[in-house]
């Protein structure tokens, strides 16, 4: 089977590598600003299935074509711009009956999947506060760029849409619940930003002569929320605080005991308990709950790390497809589309300075 990846930058090395390591599957690459290319690997009936890695403006009308070609399309979160159309896009993956995914990929951690476990095993209880972070640095100069800065090829929100919707995303699909309501407050520390008049790559600090352009996105987010019916969150998206190269850090507190998982640490679970001493659990497929088993391939002591979280998702797709009858085991469009009704209730939510209900 062979595979489009559509996009040459840092997420679209990272998908060719992860489909490359299932063996089973062929990567072609396809330059995301070259639209003849995009075309041509669509009318190729040889490739079944589209990932699309572009800018997130792109994201929504590259999907359309692909599922209106009769393509398998898995696409980088956020799945569109706004939820009008990522709710097209997951009516229409439904009368293609194409295989959709959004790449939600932190999920798939071992630790992860293991904490979802103990939840659905009962061993939290009752789930009563969810609290977190997730936290970078590489945006936090003036000098920093990347198309994300800008509406017109990152969408409305940045650090909220970009790093804040994997938080809420594992938020959920750990503990099982709906974020119900929140409220919202977003800080644009950078009003202005240098732009470098060459190519800058993501992660990557420019050099060279800039433009000074002004800035429309957050820098940093904070959102307080209610879970379900009774519990209570908080959480920041940051990608301005010195120091925090890629940090998802999750804790979950129930009526039994408490979790708590930190992706720079990726192998190491905290557990916490009232009355008894903590823990401090290391990846181990043999000590794993039965249900997340199957998220590591290594043995203990052997860490996994961020890019085969990306291998889990893509094994899981691509069996889908050969398996028309599979119960999809990855997140779907319409994950995607829950996430900007997320955002959405975020941003309205920080131009009202108030609390707003997030639609189910």
């Given amino acids: 089977m062979k595979a489009a990846i559509v996009g040459g930058g840092f997420m679209g090395r990272v998908h060719a590598e992860a489909v490359r390591r299932l063996g089973s599957v062929e990567p072609v690459p396809v330059g995301g600003r070259d639209e003849a290319a995009f075309r041509a690997a669509l009318a190729n009936p040889g490739i079944k299935a589209v990932h699309i890695c572009t800018p997130n403006a792109a994201h929504f009308p590259m999907a359309k074509a692909a599922l209106e070609a009769g393509k398998h399309v898995l696409c980088e979160k956020p799945l569109a ?21 959004t790449c939600h990929n932190l999920r798939y951690y071992p630790m992860v999947q293991h904490m979802r476990r103990m939840r659905e095993d009962g061993d939290l209880g009752e789930i009563l506060v969810v609290q977190g972070t997730y936290s970078q640095d590489w945006l936090l100069y003036e000098t920093d ?16 849409a970009d790093i804040g919707s994997h938080w809420c995303d594992m938020a959920e699909h750990v503990t099982g619940q709906r974020i119900t309501s929140l409220c919202a407050d977003l800080q644009t520390f950078h009003k202005t930003r240098k732009k470098p008049k060459g190519a800058v790559e993501t992660f990557s600090r420019a050099t060279g002569e800039y433009e000074t352009v002004a800035v429309d996105s957050e820098d940093f987010g904070a959102v307080m929320f209610r879970l379900g019916d009774r519990a209570r969150g908080a959480f920041t998206a940051s990608q301005v605080s010195a120091g925090r190269k890629n940090r998802l850090s999750i804790e979950i507190y129930g009526t039994k005991s408490g979790v708590a998982w930190d992706q720079e640490r990726p192998d190491e679970l905290w ?21 997340a088993r199957s998220y590591a391939d290594l043995p203990g ?6 890019d085969d979280t990306f291998k889990q998702v893509f094994r899981r797709f691509y069996a889908s497809i050969e398996n028309p009858d599979a119960e999809p085991e990855y997140p779907e469009f319409a994950d995607g589309l829950r996430q900007l009704v997320i955002l959405e209730a975020e941003l309205a939510s920080h131009q009202r300075h108030g609390w707003v209900e997030v639609s189910r």
């Fill in 301 to 306: 002591g052997h860490s996994e790390g961020y």
């Fill in 81 to 101: 711009t706004s939820p009008r159309d990522a709710k097209m896009l997951v009516e229409l993956a439904k009368a293609r009956k194409c295989r959709n995914c």
């Fill in 145 to 160: 760029w990347n198309w994300r800065v800008t509406s017109t090829e990152g969408g409305p929100s940045r650090a909220l």
């Fill in 271 to 291: 557990i916490g308990n009232r009355n008894t001493n903590n823990q401090v659990i290391i990846k181990d497929p043999a000590l794993l709950k039965e249900g």
